[in-house]
């Protein structure tokens, strides 16, 4: 089932109401003033021309801070530095802000903060976890650089590494990558008596209204945040962010509506980054090609605010890849950078667990002379409900169907065919590659739980609240039609209430893949019990046993007594769903030709097959897989944020330097889908966000490597991430040219 | 300065500053909110409207140069009635769209190249090398091919 | 130093209607800058990359319009558009060189917008027009209020970002040579994705006598800090050497900077395989025609 989406009259009309189109009467600007230095000792702050300048109501610092507490930390540690909302003394990173002009205008704004003169010292950076963990001093003083070292499952016996048959070791690199939605972050701040009113372009709209009352000192009932429409997020607009606190102190201080739409340099060098690990890969296998241990190490460089500290410990828990593994060990360590923070983006962990393990794989499999696809076979967990030695339950799954469907939409049979032949004849280098991953959706322990309402009106419709907060995945489209086949009733007769925290009391945002399976299963619960609650009005109003009243399309009837559920309003029903995680699986497979004297990589052929569980709207599932995949091919082939020695983004020219994949860099596809319905979920569902994210990367660059192994004198060692030109032609000759 | 141009068949005059941008000026003086901007150096399109007939980014263009032409946005797609273009329509069908944010610019890109060659449509390699001109993060950009065949047959 | 500002800065903005008022407003204001198509102009302003006192918009300047052909030379308007060339404004084989050229120039909104001229005005290192120009020795002709004068590319094109243009300079036109009807031409240009600047791009245009190169033209983008002449390229391939000797020789012709994603090596690989490829097209082709 496709259903027509309600969202998209105003959206292609242009009617849309993102934050940045909202018209606020008096509504400020601001702008934020952003060293490009990655360390610097924060020595004077000249703001006193920017405060004199035409349109600029004021020029916030540090200094004009002291009330306001720390930006609240998503990441529960203890030791953990504070994150003041401006630099006090010391710039961590490229683009952190020191100062907020208000103005009349953003163009003032910008004016006036290129009239605040910063006296920065310049300090030596440490871009990556390797220079940091180097460094003589911690980052901040009292405060440890390794913010999190975790280890998870046992350590791999030294006997299994001894008597296994193949043992391969190696570094992989996730490099950083910018999750640039093309609406980057927005926020609109309208004072209150006693309180706020706040506009974001949000994921997770109550925790929002939490970080902001804490760091404020308000009542969260004093805080209402509305998500308008939101131009994408892909994990980046969860947080409470240093701006948003700057910018509602703004406005609580003006007594004015203060707006800050963060612009694109802002977003590339500033914002949060996804992935940014350096791993270290062991993995063992006997001589059968049963894989007997995985050891990763992961040191995370987090950033200068380790608000994404808990991201890398994902990948740890998701280590075993779709394999039954006997003994696999994770030691997890993040580790403070001079770089903008690591967080969340499409993936958020399980990406770099699937590269890892999916490239291991492959290195078995031609130390042992194995078909790479054969080794995966052989290893698949068959058998469900399955633990993992790191601490996953796996809940479902036919993971060999979903390999078998891979290949018949790859045919690697066929070009394998064909690259035996280029190999004799000569032609471009053409590899195979293949990737199974496993992932988590619907989140951890503590969002593992969502809140619906559904309330059935006088008028005859129904208005059905829920605690997730769309960024773009049909939520308007897809819930109320969800609810009206609970209820029985046309789609149309229920409107979705979302995304404000004065009309849903209570929620968990979009992320995490979450949505339908938390929220849509929240609804279908909420619906339900207004059902039934509706049965029971009437049985008392009636007289009879409930179990005498039928329910039928907001009908409900005993023997000859009818009335309408309309009728029986205000009437409603709250539903609070928990559930244990699900897990999402699927099979990618691309195949690859390679320019060998320019070493681009051309993908022929992409396919996908994943396992979402049971699909509502095929329409929105497809898409999710098409978006994802697409921004997998980014991270494959595309994009990275290059740094200097300190940890300077190298993105001068933006969007020109950072890359996305265009339509003209999609490969043919070939996409599918099964569906083991998910047995912790009222609807069967899994997640369906984040899939092409993971399996395409490891799918692309086995098929390099593959490709590679074919040349003499080529290393594939040498691939990383990105898999620029540069890259691939320097593997291809070894390092020797 | 005063600047008098056409937008969406009317005639508007301004009185802004030289260094405000079009796109700034459709949106903030003419409320033309539908103009977004994703990254304001040209290169992700949302931005695009149609002067005298042509897409262009209208955040790489000052207001004064568009004096006395005729600017088109996605507000001026639909007709008198509201009926949807068939652009629009298609891009709903498609499943063109999930975020929405890039789609007005897509818009009027396509609107620009369909009255100029509708052809264009008719060769992939073509048509993506067309859609290459913006970007969108969301929807792989399969939907938005499909739909631009679409909206050329109807 | 920095922050990131994306409005442009303050500045007064003329818009003359002729040439002479042009150079008047240029004259009064040596640090003025010149509007034509803005591509490149609005990007820096946004970034504040430098904050001029005026604006000299000269997009209505009838005497910066047209193409020019006579026998010899062709003769492109400071506000010729890429676009104008991508859809044939200059006939006979210079014409298909510039518009397989504007063919790879960012994208059709840009192209729209964007003019030959301003591309040699802006000097970016990558930009395809300059290697066009350095590659068929284009004449800039800039005038101001004191005079014209004619400089070839080579004494025009400086460096990123650099030229010669004095203050109070504006071009008015780039004069390139007819290329004679048997002129095979030919672009050939590496990018890592189709909303990327080029990483090098080359542009060639070569006359033979049966198997003999008696005439050559190649440009090389993207491996200097301005677009150069391949002259070491080209006399390797008047000396009969073919595309792969051009190919070897054109590393004296180039001085690559590094890049994130691609370092001097591989810069300087990747010139030599564009202009190895470009050559095996034009001469192939032209064996194949006769």
């Known amino acids: ?737 | 300065m005063r600047i008098g141009f056409t937008l969406d068949g009317r005639d508007v005059a301004v009185d802004v500053e030289p260094r405000r941008t079009l796109a700034d000026v459709l949106r903030d003086d003419l409320g033309q909110t539908g103009v977004h901007l994703g990254c304001e150096h040209g290169v992700c399109g949302t931005c695009t409207v149609l002067v005298d007939g042509e897409p262009v980014r209208a955040c790489l263009q000052l207001t004064a140069q568009v004096a006395r032409r005729h600017v088109r946005t996605v507000a001026g797609l639909e007709g008198p009635d509201g009926a949807l273009d068939p652009l629009q329509e298609a891009f709903s069908t498609e499943r063109g769209l999930q975020c929405g944010f890039c789609t007005p610019g897509f818009l009027m890109l396509l609107r620009g190249a369909l009255d100029e060659d509708p052809t264009v449509v008719d060769d992939p390699a073509r048509l993506d090398a067309l859609l290459a001109s913006n970007l969108c993060r969301c929807t792989g950009y399969e939907g938005i091919r499909n739909a631009a065949r679409r909206a050329r047959d109807s | 130093m920095g922050w990131g500002p994306v409005k442009p800065p303050p500045f007064d903005l003329v818009q003359p209607g002729t040439l002479v008022e042009a150079l008047v407003a240029l004259d009064a204001e040596p640090d003025a800058a010149v509007l034509a198509g803005g591509q490149s102009l609005l990007q820096d302003l946004r970034w504040r990359r430098f904050a001029p006192p005026l604006v000299v918009d000269v997009g209505g300047v009838a005497e910066l319009r047209g193409v020019t052909v006579d026998d010899d030379t062709v003769r492109l308007g400071a506000l010729v558009r890429h676009v104008d060339l991508e859809r044939g404004a200059v006939p006979g084989p210079l014409g298909t060189l510039l518009a397989e050229t504007a063919g790879w120039i960012a994208h059709p909104p840009i192209r729209s917008r964007g003019t030959f001229a301003g591309s040699l005005a802006w000097a970016h290192p990558a930009a395809e027009w300059t290697a066009v120009a350095a590659a068929l020795d284009a004449q800039v002709e800039l005038a101001s209020r004191a005079g014209y004068r004619t400089l070839p590319a080579a004494e025009f094109l400086h460096g990123p970002g650099a030229t010669a243009r004095r203050p109070g300079e504006l071009i008015i036109a780039v004069t390139l040579p007819v290329l004679g009807e048997g002129t095979a031409t030919g672009v050939a240009e590496h990018r890592r994705t189709h909303a990327s600047f080029a990483h090098v791009a080359v542009v060639a245009a070569v006359d033979t006598e049966g198997d003999e190169v008696v005439r050559a033209h190649l440009g090389v983008a993207g491996a200097a800090p301005t677009a150069r002449r391949a002259h070491a390229a080209e006399e390797a391939l008047l000396d009969g050497g073919g595309p792969a000797a051009a190919a070897d020789a054109v590393g004296e012709d180039i001085d690559p900077v590094e890049h994130p994603h691609a370092d001097v090596d591989y810069t300087r690989h990747v010139a030599a395989v564009l202009v190895r490829r470009v050559l095996e097209r034009l001469l192939d082709g032209d064996r194949e025609a006769a």
């Open chain 1, 1 to 737: 089932m496709t259903l027509a989406r309600v969202e998209d009259r105003r959206l292609v009309t242009g009617r849309g109401r993102f934050v940045a189109d909202l018209v606020e009467p008096g509504c400020l600007e601001a702008a934020f003033v952003r060293p490009r230095v990655a360390h610097a000792d924060l020595a004077g702050l000249d703001v006193t021309v920017a405060r004199s300048m035409p349109g600029v109501h004021a020029v916030l610092t540090a200094d004009d801070l002291g009330g306001v507490d720390d930006v609240p930390a998503l990441f529960g540690g203890d030791d953990l530095p504070p994150w003041r909302p401006l630099v006090v003394d010391r710039v961590r990173h490229a683009g952190e802000p020191v100062a907020c002009v208000v103005a009349d205008d953003r163009h003032r704004a910008e004016d006036a903060a290129g009239a605040v003169v910063p006296d920065l010292r310049e300090l030596p950076g440490r871009p990556d976890a390797a220079t940091a963990l180097a460094a003589d001093a911690p980052l901040y003083d009292g405060h440890r650089d390794v913010v999190l070292d975790q280890e998870l499952g046992e350590p791999v016996a030294e006997a299994t590494w001894a008597d296994a048959a193949v043992v391969v070791e190696t570094d992989l690199r996730q490099q950083l990558l910018a999750p640039t939605s093309l609406e980057a972050r927005a926020i609109l701040v309208r004072p209150e008596p006693g309180g706020l009113t706040v506009w974001c372009s949000h994921q997770y709209p109550h925790a929002l209204r939490d970080g902001l009352a804490a760091a404020l000192g308000l009542d969260t009932g004093a805080v209402r945040v509305v998500v308008p429409d939101v131009g994408g997020a892909f994990g980046g607009k969860s947080p409470t962010f240093p701006e948003y606190v700057v910018v509602a102190v703004a406005a609580q201080r003006l007594r004015r509506p203060v707006r800050w739409v963060e612009d694109r340099t802002e977003a590339l060098w500033a914002a949060t980054r996804g992935r940014g690990q350096a791993q270290r890969l062991r993995m063992a296998a006997d001589a059968e090609g049963r894989i007997t241990a995985i050891d990763l190490h992961v040191d995370a460089a987090i950033g200068a605010h380790p608000v994404g500290a808990g991201i890398p410990v994902q990948t740890g828990l998701a280590a075993s890849g779709a394999y039954a593994v006997p003994e696999v060990h994770a030691r997890i360590r993040a580790v403070l950078t001079t770089t903008a923070p690591t967080f969340a983006y499409r993936g958020a962990g399980r990406p770099e667990a699937a590269y890892a393990v999916e490239r291991g794989v492959d290195l078995l499999a031609r130390r042992l002379g194995l078909d790479a696809v054969e080794l995966r076979r052989r290893n698949l967990v068959r058998d469900f409900p399955h633990d993992t030695p790191t601490g996953r339950r796996y809940d479902s799954g036919d993971y060999a169907a979903a390999l078998d469907r891979a290949l018949e939409l790859l045919e690697p049979d066929t070009w394998r065919a064909e690259q035996a032949r280029r190999r004799d004849e000569g032609g471009r280098p053409l590899g195979v590659g293949v990737a199974c991953y496993v992932e988590r959706s619907g989140g951890e322990p503590g969002i593992l739980e969502e809140y619906a309402v559904v309330e059935a009106r006088g008028d005859g419709g129904f208005v059905a609240g829920v605690g997730t907060s769309s960024t773009g995945q049909s939520h308007e489209t897809v819930f109320p039609a969800l609810v009206a086949g609970v209820l029985g009733v046309a789609p149309d007769r229920v409107r979705l209430v979302e995304g404000d925290t004065a009309a849903v009391p209570e929620g968990h945002g979009s992320f995490a893949s979450r949505s339908l399976q938390m929220g849509g299963a929240a609804l279908h619960g909420a619906a339900g019990a207004l059902v039934v609650a509706a049965r029971e009005r009437a049985a008392a109003d009636w007289g009879v046993d409930v179990a005498h009243v039928g329910w039928d399309g907001g009908t409900l009837r005993s023997g000859e007594r009818e009335t309408s559920v309309a009728a029986l309003a205000p009437l409603c029903a709250e539903h609070r769903f928990s559930s244990p995680p699900a897990f999402p699986y699927g099979v990618y497979g691309a195949v690859v030709e390679i320019d060998p004297e320019l070493g681009s990589v051309d993908v022929l052929r992409l396919v996908a097959v994943d396992d979402y569980g049971t699909v509502v709207d095929h329409g929105v599932v497809h898409g999710q897989t098409l978006g994802s995949l697409t921004q997998g091919l980014g991270q494959a082939l595309y994009e990275d944020v290059p740094l200097d020695a300190d940890g300077v983004p190298r993105l001068e020219q933006g969007l020109l330097d950072y890359l996305l994949p265009t339509a003209a860099e999609i490969p043919p596809l070939r996409l599918d889908e099964t569906a083991v319905p998910a047995p912790d979920n009222p609807l069967g569902a899994k997640g369906a966000g984040e899939a092409g994210c993971i399996g395409v990367p490891p799918a692309v660059v086995n098929a390099v490597a593959d490709a590679l192994d074919g040349v003499p004198g080529a290393d594939p060692s040498l691939l990383a991430m990105p898999l620029t030109p540069a890259t691939v032609w320097n593997a291809l000759w070894g390092g020797a040219r």
